[in-house]
């Protein structure tokens, strides 16, 4: 008789003698019922760091393990989040703090959770995150003065003219700019005539206006204009809050300008403006790689020469907002919500303005929430609010749970600088 060696894997039709892991199978089988659940109740022990107190109490390590139950966990995380000596920490402080006694598979998350959902932090809480909304970018105009943009500095101290507001007019394309004064009070009317004499006999009428401001202004100044220049041709206006920074830098110089101005001539700002707009326009621009003046008329302050070389021009804007929008979004972050989402509107902390029942440091940052109705070119959405609908998406923050019991804003007489006025509803007899 020969033996041959024969492997293991192709030993399909092996015998039992040659397996022999089945002898702790049959062990188990013939263990008593009583043996087998004594060991399946001190198997626990055999989990590292948890342990079973004499009252039955789970231990993980020296803290207490949360039965997977959801009362129970929500008033752990209301105790140590909503009551008046925790006042509402943020997530990382409130883990930290119930670390040190409780525990259960997810905890962190949870309080994360928790803690994003809140009404309260959603309204108070500051944001710690580069402002929403990436730079939009206007397409550069095909010529010069077919697209402007409009401004006005207010707050000036009123000269013996009357005027208390500089109108400043930029072309899109040369950033040629004028500086107007003008007063608060002054009618559409009266902008539309002064837009006549300073603008339209010298560069003619816009294709467009951009503005940050509100539409309806825009609106009626181009109903106003149309009238004056007794046409019924209608052209377009662009309502772009925060896309274009052009008139609001050409604000900063100006303003720096007119301080360096009144030095010599106090708070007769007015008599310097001609000096300012000649200064700006003649200056070198560094998205054009020229001055104003020259990409308008060709040359620096000579008589105007007709000039249609327009590419360079263009390519140095497209490469200017190129720069421009690459330094911008590095401190910004891409945000969007979507129609019929409820957000929380940032208002501005105003000394002595009541908001909502609370003054000063202690009103909240964010009021709402509001309804989102329409979305507005890339970075804008107009929210169901009485007033001045239409924001900036760096000024909402989105509300990831709306109350059921929360109070209707309809009947809510919301004033222009987001205050209301109370109105007794019923007079108690005392």
Not at 7 to 24: E, H, I, M, T
Not at 366 to 372: A, D, E, M
Not at 386 to 391: I, M, P, S, Y
């Amino acid at each position: 008789m020969e033996i041959h060696y024969h492997p293991g894997k192709a030993n399909v039709v092996a015998d039992a003698l040659s397996r022999k892991n089945y002898a702790n199978m049959a062990l188990g089988f013939m263990m008593p019922h009583e043996l087998c659940e004594e060991f399946e109740r001190l198997s626990l022990g055999k989990v590292p760091h948890f342990r079973e107190d004499e009252q039955g109490t789970l231990w993980y390590r020296n803290r207490i393990c949360v039965p997977n139950v959801d009362s129970i966990r929500k008033l752990i995380l209301s105790e140590a989040h909503d009551t008046a000596y925790s006042i509402h920490p943020d997530s990382t402080k409130m883990y930290y703090d119930l670390k040190e006694r409780f525990w259960w598979y997810g905890m962190k998350r949870a309080v994360a959770e928790y803690v994003a959902i809140c009404d309260t932090c959603q309204r108070v809480k500051t944001e710690h995150q580069g402002p929403a909304g990436l730079l939009q970018p206007l397409k550069v105009p095909e010529w010069k003065w077919e697209e402007i943009t409009m401004d006005f500095i207010v707050g000036l101290p009123r000269t013996q003219k009357g005027y208390n507001s500089i109108w400043v007019v930029v072309d899109w394309l040369t950033k040629v700019a004028h500086f107007i004064p003008v007063n608060t009070t002054y009618s559409g009317a009266k902008l539309a005539e002064l837009y006549i004499y300073r603008i339209v006999c010298l560069h003619g009428v816009p294709k467009r206006i951009i503005s940050d401001r509100d539409s309806q202004f825009t609106s009626r100044f181009w109903e106003q204009l149309h009238d004056s220049l007794d046409t019924k041709l209608r052209f377009s206006t662009a309502y772009h809050p925060q896309t274009d920074r052009q008139t609001e830098r050409t604000n900063q110089i100006l303003e720096d300008m007119l301080r360096a101005c009144a030095i010599r001539y106090g708070t007769s700002w007015d008599k310097c403006v001609p000096y300012a707009e000649f200064s700006y326009n003649n200056s070198y621009q560094a998205s054009l790689k020229k001055s104003p003046f020259e990409a308008l008329y060709g040359k620096r302050c000579r008589t105007p020469l007709f000039w249609n070389q327009t590419g360079e021009k263009q390519e140095n804007l497209r490469v200017a907002q190129s720069r421009q929008k690459s330094y911008a979004d590095v401190r910004m972050r891409d945000l969007s919500f979507k129609v019929d989402d409820h957000v929380y509107l940032k208002v501005s902390l105003m000394r002595g303005i009541r908001r909502f029942n609370m003054k000063g440091k202690l009103a909240p940052r964010y009021i709402g929430p509001f309804k989102i109705l329409e979305k507005k070119g890339e970075v804008a959405y107009r929210i169901l609010l009485g007033v001045h609908d239409v924001f900036h998406v760096s000024q909402l923050k989105k509300c990831l749970r709306v109350l059921e019991e929360q109070a209707p804003l309809e009947g809510l007489e919301v004033q222009e600088d987001l205050t209301y006025i109370e109105h007794p509803v019923k007079i108690l007899d005392t």
